[in-house]
C-alpha cells in the first residue's frame, strides 16, 4: 500500500531550477567578496603582467623602449591579452573550481540534491564572464595608456568572432574538469602547462610571424590560435598579411565550429567523467 501512495519522481521547474543556479552564482560572488585581499591582487596582478609583457615587447622594437609601440603592436598584444585572460580563468574557475568544490565537501552535496549537475559548470561561466570583462577592460586601459592608440574597426563581426571564440574556451573549460574529476591534484600542474602551451602556439602577446615554422604548424592544428588570430586581425581592420594562420573565410569557419562544437563535447567529456567519479564513489573524495 505505501508503495502505491509512492509519488514519481518529478524533475525540478524551470523557476525551481533557476533558482538553483542562481544560488550557485551569489554563492560564487560571496565567496569572491571574503576574500578583499585576493580580490585586489587580481588588479595588481593585471598591472604587473602588463608592465611586464610591455616593457619586454618594447625592448626588441626598433626604438628600444623609449620608441614606443605603432598601433598595430598595441592590437596584437591588447587583443591577444584579452583572450589570454579567458582562457587563463576559464581553466582554474571553471575546470580547476571542481577540484576545489571536493575539497570543500560540497561537490558530491550538490548530486546529492534535484539541482543540475550541469548548473555548476553554468555558474562559473558567469562569474568569468562577468569578473574577466573588467579585468579585461583593465588591462586594455592599461596597455594603451603604456602602448599608445588602440585601433577598434569591424566592431560586430570582431563581436561574433569573440562570442564563438569564448564559447569554444568555456567548452574547453568543461572538458578540463572532466579531467580533474579523473586527475584530482595533478589538475594543478595541467592548468600551469596548457597556460604556457597556450603563451607559446596561440601567440597571444606576439604575432604567429614570430614563430618559427615547425612551432607555427603545431599552432595550426589548435583551434583557439584561430580564435586569437581572428578576433584581433578583425579588430585590426585585416591590415597586410592578417590573419596570419589561414584565409579569412577558413578562420571563421573554424572558429564558429570550434564555439557551436566543443562546449558539446566538453559537456559530453564531463558527463562521462562524472559518471565514472559516482561509479567510483570519489566526488567527495580528496
Avoid at 153 to 169: P, R
Wanted: proline share 5%; hydrophobic share 55%.
Amino acid at each position: 500500500m505505501a508503495a502505491l501512495n509512492q509519488q514519481p519522481y518529478q524533475s525540478p521547474s524551470m523557476s525551481a531550477s533557476f533558482s538553483s543556479f542562481w544560488a550557485m552564482v551569489r554563492k560564487e560572488f560571496t565567496i569572491m567578496l571574503r576574500y578583499p585581499i585576493e580580490f585586489l591582487a587580481s588588479f595588481i596582478q593585471i598591472f604587473l603582467i602588463v608592465t611586464i609583457f610591455t616593457l619586454a615587447g618594447l625592448m626588441f622594437s626598433p626604438d628600444g623602449a623609449q620608441g614606443g609601440a605603432s598601433a598595430e603592436i598595441t592590437g596584437i598584444v591588447a587583443y591577444g591579452f584579452i583572450m589570454f585572460l579567458f582562457l587563463s580563468d576559464t581553466l582554474w574557475s571553471i575546470g580547476f573550481n571542481i577540484r576545489r568544490e571536493q575539497k570543500q565537501g560540497t561537490l558530491e552535496q550538490i548530486y546529492m540534491s534535484p539541482a543540475s549537475k550541469l548548473a555548476v559548470l553554468g555558474s562559473r561561466v558567469i562569474i568569468t564572464l562577468i569578473w574577466t570583462s573588467i579585468l579585461s577592460v583593465v588591462a586594455v586601459f592599461l596597455l594603451t595608456s603604456l602602448l599608445g592608440e588602440l585601433p577598434i574597426h569591424n566592431i560586430g563581426l570582431g563581436i561574433f568572432v569573440l562570442i564563438m571564440a569564448l564559447s569554444g574556451t568555456f567548452g574547453t573549460g568543461f572538458a578540463f574538469a572532466a579531467l580533474t574529476l579523473r586527475v584530482k591534484e595533478s589538475a594543478n600542474t595541467a592548468v600551469n602547462l596548457l597556460q604556457f602551451v597556450f603563451m607559446i602556439f596561440c601567440a597571444p602577446f606576439f604575432a604567429f610571424s614570430a614563430l618559427p615554422e615547425p612551432l607555427l604548424w603545431i599552432s595550426r592544428f589548435i583551434p583557439l590560435a584561430y580564435g586569437v588570430d581572428l578576433f584581433r586581425s578583425t579588430l585590426l581592420g585585416f591590415p597586410n598579411g592578417f590573419p596570419e594562420l589561414a584565409p579569412f573565410g577558413v578562420e571563421l569557419t573554424i572558429v564558429t565550429l570550434f564555439g557551436v562544437g566543443m562546449p558539446i563535447l566538453g559537456i559530453w567529456l564531463y558527463q562521462q567523467a562524472e559518471n565514472h567519479a559516482r561509479r567510483r564513489g570519489s566526488l567527495s573524495e580528496y
